[in-house]
């Protein structure tokens, strides 16, 4: 056996490996849209609140299309392995992968407190008289941590629930479960 290779070996022998490693394509083709949609939808409230108050929207209108672009071309980009027959790579770390489910609850709710601190410190510590300015601003602030939240606890739902995902994608591609 080749050296680094010892953990390789066990992980291969996981039966859980091949689910984790569809969980771990299913995640890349939902992060590749996802998150650029994300951003898209932060940039489109920017722009709304920004018209709403009087303000340009170029910003958040550029934001939008910009994120809007990249969300479409990681639907397109990852349509192979979306509808793929081909069996998944098993994933090559399983322990890290349990690590991950492990730890996502608490970097979610760190990431949340952490941006809801930035927002308190931008209202707190914004000028009197400059708050039209940064509503704006705040409306992205606020979409932006929620949507990556909640791209987070997808997908750890789907590696949480990857064995029953995979067994239900096998029976679905070839009429056979295991």
């Known amino acids: 056996m ?4 010892a953990g ?17 394509r299913r995640v890349w083709v939902f992060s590749a849209w ?4 994300v951003l898209a939808v932060s940039g489109a409230v920017n722009a709304g609140v920004a018209v709403v108050l009087g303000q340009s929207p170029e910003p958040g209108i ?8 990249f969300a479409s071309l990681g639907w397109v980009f ?11 790579n098993p994933a090559s770390d399983v322990p ?8 996502t609850p608490g970097m979610i709710r760190t990431f949340l407190v952490a941006s809801a601190l930035g927002i308190a410190a931008l209202v707190l510590f914004t000028p009197k008289g400059g708050w039209p300015e940064t509503l704006p601003i705040l409306g992205m602030l606020i979409t932006l941590p929620l949507g990556v939240a909640a791209g987070l606890a997808y997908t ?9 995902l995979y067994a239900r994608w096998l029976e679905r ?5 295991g």
């Not at 390789?8 to 771990?24: I, S």
């Not at 550029?62 to 672009?69: T, W």
């Not at 990852?78 to 998944?88: I, L």
């Open 2 to 5: 080749a050296p680094g290779r």
């Open 8 to 24: 390789m070996t066990d992980t291969a022998r996981d039966p859980r490996a091949t689910a984790f490693g569809f969980a771990q």
């Open 34 to 37: 996802w998150y650029p949609g």
């Open 62 to 69: 550029s934001m939008a299309v910009l994120g809007a672009v």
């Open 78 to 88: 990852t349509a192979w392995p979306r509808f793929t027959r081909k069996a998944p």
């Open 96 to 103: 890290r992968v349990e690590q991950g489910i492990r730890t």
């Open 156 to 164: 750890r739902r789907l590696m949480t629930n990857s064995a029953e």
């Open 173 to 177: 591609r070839w009429g056979r479960s």
